[in-house]
């Protein structure tokens, strides 16, 4: 027996938003009428927050945010910040250092900016990563800015850095070999697609993100219904009440989910919704 879900902890891509990086409607109907009758909804993403704000426009809906994987929790599209963990310096240093050795393209995400590094690398990658393009964009008040310039990036680029994203092929041996130069910082470390690795703050997951999330909300975890399908969602799905890994899942979040929604390309989430919040009522 499913617990009263109070909130929905929702991954973005290959979850709530389509192969093509659109929501399907069933998702955007679901949402907005579980938020009509009361439920909380909470975006978590390894996405920058500037982005999933303007995400959050677009579904119509008014979350809770955990960015970076939760490495910055916010109560709103216009905040406050409840939370921000980030690296010290020396620690982004050694990361950045290990990143430009691997000759692998990365990113460091931090407040208002992504800087790339090994940019030179970006193009080897074909048209996945195309849209890194420098420049600023986002909202009145909310900018965000795409670097590719290495001084900034060793100046104020690994200031109170959120997390480190390494990019490759898919399972790139490269991602293993920075896995174990750097095991001994105990990172949190975790995989947004089999095309890259990510480095957070220790203690800092989509796990942690959620037991903020509950406390922010006021509801238990055993009341949270949380949506995934790559494994940096595992730990979200295990710190919920009610786990659902998406069919296009990679196995290793399926075997820690409670439940198996249809895939994304079908509107799964809200599908899910429909069935087990909504009262079998299409909104």
């Known amino acids: 027996m499913r617990p009263e879900i109070r909130l929905l902890a929702l991954d973005i891509d290959g979850t709530l938003m389509d192969t093509k990086k659109r929501f399907p409607e069933i998702n955007v109907r679901a949402l907005r009428a579980c938020e009509a009758q009361g439920v909380r909804i909470a975006l978590v993403s390894g996405r920058s927050f500037e982005m999933m704000r303007r995400f959050a426009r677009e579904l119509g809906v008014h979350p809770l945010f955990a960015a970076c994987n939760g490495a910055r929790i916010e109560a709103g599209e216009?905040?406050?910040t409840l939370a921000e963990h980030t690296f010290s310096r020396a620690g982004a240093e050694r990361v950045c250092r290990a990143l430009e050795d691997s000759g692998l393209y990365f990113n460091a995400y931090s407040r208002g900016k992504c800087c790339m590094?090994?940019?030179?690398?970006?193009p080897s990658l074909g048209e996945r990563y195309a849209h890194h393009i420098p420049g600023v964009t986002g909202d009145p008040g909310y900018p965000y800015e795409t670097v590719c310039d290495r001084e900034r990036l060793w100046g104020e680029g690994l200031e109170?850095?959120?997390?480190f994203v390494a990019m490759g092929a898919p399972y790139d041996p490269g991602f293993d070999r920075l896995c174990a130069e750097l095991r001994d910082m105990n990172l949190s470390v975790s995989s947004a697609s089999r095309r890259n690795v990510e480095f957070m703050p220790p203690g800092v997951d989509k796990g942690s993100a959620v037991r903020a999330l509950c406390a922010a909300a006021n509801v238990?975890?055993?009341?949270?219904m949380a949506?995934?399908?790559?494994?940096?969602?595992?730990?979200?799905?295990?710190?919920?009440?009610w786990g659902v890994a998406m069919e296009n899942a990679e196995e290793a979040v399926k075997r820690?989910?409670?439940q198996i929604a249809p895939h994304c390309d079908l509107g799964g989430v809200g599908r899910v919704l429909i069935e087990c919040v909504l009262g079998g009522e299409e909104p």
């Open 227 to 241: 949506f995934g399908d790559q494994t940096n969602d595992i730990p979200m799905l295990l710190a919920s009440g």
């Open 117 to 122: 590094g090994n940019p030179h690398v970006r």
């Open 78 to 80: 216009d905040g406050p």
């Open 256 to 258: 820690a989910a409670r």
């Open 160 to 163: 109170r850095v959120y997390k």
């Open 220 to 224: 238990s975890p055993q009341q949270v």
